[in-house]
């Protein structure tokens, strides 16, 4: 068991977890990421590791409340426990040799984006964080996005926050104005990050994309995480999650994780009248 030592509201719809997982945290690279499971009956879901604690023995989640399980999770109370949480998993991300970056982050894949802006910017790559959310009440990590990288950009769909925009807007200016980028990175909902590999192939410039495949062992015996990259059949759990963006059939990826829908809304609408939803 996992004991669940800190939990904190970011936004109405995301949350930080800090759990007692010594042994992720003594092997925990940016990039990788967890599965855990609440409790016997739950279902297996793949977490980003937001940050780890070697010393501590303690590895952060941040979560969007999105379905059953992520509801399930945010039931559960600092001091309690989660039954499996199982990594670091996946490939850790390749980082080295960049002088500079742009590190994109799209709603909740901020959570994702912001451990590769930090472990980037410490290894001194110059990094500019363009971060995207629907409105201002979104916004998470603000303060955290700052501190990892050199300048950052927050954009909000309807402009709440003063800077209206996609990310890619942002982006499109800043290689406008002369950014001399050696790297992109693009973290979000699929179609975001597949606009951004679209603007970035042109211009030639690599871009690296985290793909939130559907998973289910996350150790590469099944499959269920598959995807096409430049014509080759891959397993994001084993083979990424980091891949090419330039390469990456995002069509087909966006048809896959859509393969569940009735199933995942039946599930979501039965938990929350049993336990009353979102709070
Ligand atoms: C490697 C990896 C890392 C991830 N890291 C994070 C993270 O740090 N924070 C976070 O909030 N989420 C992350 N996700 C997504 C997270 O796993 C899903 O949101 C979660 O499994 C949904 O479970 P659920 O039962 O609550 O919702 P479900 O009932 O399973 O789904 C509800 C809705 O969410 C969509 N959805 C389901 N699975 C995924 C998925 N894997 N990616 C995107 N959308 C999905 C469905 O299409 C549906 O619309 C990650 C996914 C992967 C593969
Ligand atoms: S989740 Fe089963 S092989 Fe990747």
């Known amino acids: 068991m996992f004991k669940i030592i800190k939990k904190e509201p970011l936004n109405p719809s995301m949350t930080r977890m800090v759990i007692e997982a010594p042994f992720v945290a003594r092997k925990a690279m940016p990039g990788q990421f967890i599965i855990l499971r609440v409790n016997e009956t739950g279902e297996r879901i793949p977490l980003t590791i937001a940050d780890y604690d070697r010393e501590a023995g303690t590895v952060t989640i941040i979560y969007q409340k999105v379905g059953k399980s992520t509801l399930l999770l945010d039931e559960q109370e600092a001091g309690g426990y989660l039954m499996d949480f199982i990594g670091p998993l996946g490939k850790v991300s390749e980082l080295e040799g960049y002088k500079k970056a742009a590190v994109i982050g799209g709603g909740a ?78 973290i979000g909902p699929i179609p975001m990050m597949k606009a951004v590999s679209n603007l970035t192939k042109p211009y030639g410039i690599k871009t690296i994309i985290s793909m939130n495949t559907i998973m289910v062992d996350g150790t590469g015996m099944c499959g269920g995480c598959r995807l096409t990259v430049g014509g080759e ?21 966006m048809k896959r994780l859509g393969t ?20």
């Open 233 to 253: 059949t891959k397993f994001a759990c084993v083979d990424g999650p980091d891949f090419d963006g330039h390469l990456v059939d995002f069509d087909e990826a």
């Open 260 to 279: 569940y829908k009735p199933e995942e809304a039946r599930e979501r609408e039965e938990h929350c009248r049993l336990y009353g939803g979102i709070k």
């Open 109 to 186: 894949g901020c959570a994702i984006a912001y451990p590769q802006a930090k472990a980037l910017h410490a290894m001194g790559t110059k990094v500019d964080m363009i971060a995207g959310f629907r409105d201002k009440d979104l916004i998470i990590l603000e303060n955290e996005m700052r501190e990892a990288s050199d300048r950052l950009i927050v954009m909000t769909d309807d402009g709440s926050n003063g800077n209206k925009g996609f990310v890619t807007a942002a982006l499109q200016k800043n290689i406008d104005e002369g950014a001399d980028y050696d790297l992109v990175i693009a």
